[in-house]
C-alpha cells in the first residue's frame, strides 16, 4: 500500500470554525491532491499541488485554501467551515500527473459541520 | 457539467456471472481512462487503466473495452465474485490538463451468491 496517512479520520466542527485536514505521504511523489467525495457527485477535485509551494484549484475549490511546504506534507483548510463542507475528504498523491499513471488514495476523513 | 457519466448508479449480479460497469464521457479530448474500486470506510484504489490508443486492455477478471466514437467504456468482471461488492469510479484526464484526473459519480455493484 502506498504510504498515505490523512489525519483527523473523523472530525466534527461547529458552522463558522477553521478546520484543517492533514495529508501525509512517505512516497516522494510530485503531485498531491485533494478530494471530496458526496453522494450524487462521486470524486471531485478540491485544490492540488504539483510540487512544494505550486498549487492549482480544482472544480469545488471555494471555500477551501491549500498549502504545501513540504514533499511529504498537504494541507487544506476550510477558513470557515459551512454545512455544505460535510463531507467525506481523500487525499491522493501520485508520480508523474494525470496522463499515464495512477493516483494511489489516503483511506479519507470524515467531517462533519453542524 | 459531468464530464464523466456513470448513469447507472448500482448494479446487482449473481457469482459466477459476468458484471458490465458503463462510463460515459463528454469530452473528446480525454486520452486515458482508468476504473477504482472503493469498498466502504476505505479510499479508492486503483483497478485497471486504458489509453486511447487502445480498445482493450485486460487484467486477470477485469477487462475494459473503449469506443472512442461513441465516447464510452465498460469494465467486464468475469466471473464476478463476492468480493467485487464495491463502488466502481470511471476517470479520465486529458492531454492538456494532465494534472487532473476527472471522476464519474460511481456504480455500486452487488455480488450476491
Known amino acids: 500500500d502506498a504510504g498515505i496517512t490523512q489525519s483527523p479520520r473523523h472530525k466534527v466542527t461547529e458552522t463558522g470554525t477553521p478546520v484543517t485536514l492533514r495529508c501525509h505521504q512517505t512516497?516522494?511523489?510530485?503531485?498531491m491532491y485533494w478530494y471530496r467525495q458526496d453522494p450524487g457527485h462521486g470524486l471531485r477535485l478540491i485544490h492540488y499541488?504539483?510540487?512544494?509551494?505550486?498549487?492549482d484549484k480544482g472544480e469545488v475549490s471555494d471555500g477551501y485554501s491549500v498549502s504545501r511546504s513540504k514533499t511529504e506534507d498537504f494541507l487544506l483548510t476550510l477558513e470557515s467551515a459551512t454545512s455544505s463542507q460535510t463531507s467525506v475528504y481523500f487525499c491522493?498523491?501520485?508520480?508523474?500527473?494525470?496522463?499515464?499513471?495512477?493516483?494511489?488514495f489516503g483511506q479519507g476523513t470524515r467531517l462533519t459541520v453542524v | 457539467d459531468q464530464q464523466v457519466k456513470q448513469n447507472s448508479p448500482s448494479l446487482s449480479v449473481q457469482e459466477g456471472r459476468i458484471s458490465i460497469l458503463n462510463c460515459d464521457y463528454t469530452?473528446?479530448?480525454?486520452?486515458?481512462f482508468l476504473w477504482y474500486k472503493k469498498y466502504p470506510a476505505e479510499g479508492p484504489t486503483f483497478l485497471i487503466s486504458?489509453?486511447?490508443?487502445?480498445d482493450k486492455n485486460e487484467d486477470g477478471r477485469f477487462t475494459v473495452f473503449l469506443n472512442k466514437s461513441a465516447k464510452h467504456l465498460s469494465l467486464h468482471i468475469v466471473p464476478s465474485q463476492p468480493g467485487d461488492s464495491a463502488v466502481y469510479f470511471c476517470?479520465?484526464?486529458?492531454?492538456?490538463?494532465?494534472?487532473?484526473?476527472?471522476f464519474g459519480t460511481g456504480t455500486r455493484l452487488q455480488v450476491f451468491p
Open positions: 491522493a498523491i501520485s508520480e508523474t500527473g494525470g496522463t499515464n499513471t495512477e493516483a494511489f
Open positions: 512516497e516522494n511523489h510530485r503531485y
Open positions: 499541488s504539483y510540487g512544494v509551494k505550486d498549487t
Open positions: 469530452n473528446s479530448m480525454f486520452d486515458y
Open positions: 486504458i489509453s486511447s490508443i487502445k
Open positions: 476517470a479520465a484526464s486529458a492531454p492538456y490538463n494532465t494534472d487532473k484526473l476527472i
